[in-house]
């Protein structure tokens, strides 16, 4: 059975860092693309960064996170730094498709596995 577990959510101040890792048992992910998303209340669940041959990421966070795998450990990580209020949110972790056979998904209907989610909250 497939698992995803999110952690490293938590509280933290406009301009504090945090990393989130998401652990996967059950499959090995190596070759596929990984992706993390995010879902403000009353607002639609957004990409916000993807890994596979190449990395990508959304507008909003791009210079700001980092999105990172150890292959090893079958764990991705998301580098959260210069938080903002608006970055708050429920993230997610979701696994793709296999890197090689397609470009990067950002689409959330192009992940088959998710996680419960890792509340992300950041205060002014």
């Known amino acids: 059975q497939v698992q995803l577990v999110e952690s490293g959510g938590g509280l933290v101040q406009a301009g504090d860092s945090l990393r989130l890792s998401c652990a996967a048992s059950?499959?090995?992910?190596?070759?596929?693309?990984m992706g993390w998303f995010r879902q403000a209340p009353g607002k639609e669940r957004e990409f916000v960064a993807v890994?596979?041959?190449?990395?990508s990421y959304a507008d909003s966070v791009k210079g700001r996170f980092t999105i990172s795998r150890d292959n090893a450990k079958n764990t991705v990580y998301l580098e959260m730094n210069s938080l903002k209020p608006e970055d708050t949110a429920v993230y997610y972790c979701?696994?793709?498709?296999?890197?090689?056979?397609?470009?990067?998904?950002?689409?959330?209907?192009?992940?088959?596995?998710w996680g419960q989610g890792t509340q992300v909250t950041v205060s002014s």
């Open positions: 979701a696994a793709g498709p296999p890197y090689r056979d397609y470009d990067p998904p950002m689409s959330k209907n192009r992940y088959a596995y």
């Open positions: 059950g499959r090995t992910f190596s070759s596929y693309y």
């Open positions: 890994i596979g041959g190449i990395t």
